[in-house]
């Protein structure tokens, strides 16, 4: 089969509206953690200084509250359990990232007994963007960097854990003309600077694909993991919050999707046909205890959370710092 195939049905985008978000700054131990973002810390009794703002697919090196899952390329097919669940093959070519066993077939029970590539063992969660390709050869990815924040105009006492099974698309794997930056954004590994299309990245600074989820859920328990057009039960907040129909706040997942691809782009194109069409699909199987956890620690409590002797971020390393906030 055609690993580019387009037979990715796709509904209708969500409209998108930033908002501001008012962080804090982060607590001193922090800066002796290796860590990809250049995150600078207060002095020991200095108040924390709040963050202006986090601006979707833009500020992810900025100290803003956040846990960051960092997952290795796992496997790459034609499946897609949310728009094609029991029909292995019909979906265009994906990279999966995070749970090893996605496939067709998958369901939150399967994933949940599943492993994973991410860093931190209690990441079960199934993640997978459309393939790349230059000249037509399939590019494998570096991996992916599932940033989880709190949205802008979300008070971050409100956030909740995603319900366990949650699946979520975000972007458009049918769109003819470019998407809101605010959802789908290409950059170069962690730079500020965004755009519709590829950019030319120098090298150490991949090129990264980026896409943005919804931060407001419908709630209802299990009859709302999904819904018929695979978008309806979840909503972008409109800067002050969750709205009334959605009222239930998750953390803000960007997902970013690393390429070893520097320097010149001729020839990239996405599976769907075109570059355009960045998408990414989401499939919650996180340790619902750990998540609970990694909520509560960082994103409830202002701090950036890191895994010791890791590049990931995550909130065992923010346990040891409770009494200390």
């Given amino acids: 089969m055609d690993p580019a195939r387009t037979s990715h049905r796709q509904p209708r985008r969500l409209p998108v509206s930033i908002g501001v978000w008012i962080g804090v700054a982060l607590v001193p131990v922090l800066a002796l953690v290796v860590r990809p973002d250049p995150i600078e810390t207060t002095d020991p009794g200095d108040p924390a200084e709040p963050v202006a703002y986090a601006v979707p697919n833009v500020d992810l090196a ?8 960092e997952c290795g390329h796992s496997h790459s097919a034609n499946n897609d359990p949310i728009l094609f669940p029991g ?23 399967t994933l949940a007994e599943g492993t994973t590539t991410c860093q931190g063992a209690a990441d079960l969660t199934a993640y997978w963007a459309p393939a790349l390709f230059q000249h037509g050869e399939h590019v494998e990815p570096l991996g992916v960097h599932a940033y989880y924040r709190v949205a802008p105009g979300t008070d971050p006492e409100s956030v909740r854990a995603f319900p366990e099974g949650l699946m979520m698309i975000a972007g458009d794997a049918t769109a003819s003309s470019p998407q809101p930056t605010e959802v789908v954004a290409w950059s170069c590994d962690r730079s500020p600077v965004v755009s519709a299309a590829p950019q030319q990245c120098p090298k150490g600074a991949p090129l990264s694909l980026r896409v943005t989820f919804p931060d407001c859920w419908r709630g209802g328990g299990e009859a709302n993991l999904d819904s018929a057009d695979h978008r309806s039960h979840v909503a972008y907040g409109g800067g002050e919050g969750c709205p009334p129909s959605h009222p239930v706040a998750i953390p803000q997942l960007t997902l970013a999707v690393r390429y070893p691809i520097y320097g010149p782009i001729e020839g990239l194109s996405l599976a769907p046909g075109s570059l355009l069409q960045g998408h990414a699909d989401f499939f919650n199987a996180w340790d619902p205890a750990k998540l609970e956890n990694e909520i509560g620690s960082c994103l409830q409590r202002g701090v950036v959370c890191v895994i010791p ?17």
């Fill in 62 to 69: 900025t100290n803003t509250a956040r846990f960051v899952s």
């Fill in 87 to 109: 029909q292995p093959g019909e979906s265009h070519f994906h990279d999966f990232f995070g749970n090893t066993g996605t496939d067709a077939d998958s369901t939150h029970a």
């Fill in 309 to 325: 002797g890791s590049t990931g971020h995550h909130a065992a390393f923010a346990e040891d710092l409770k009494d200390q906030l």
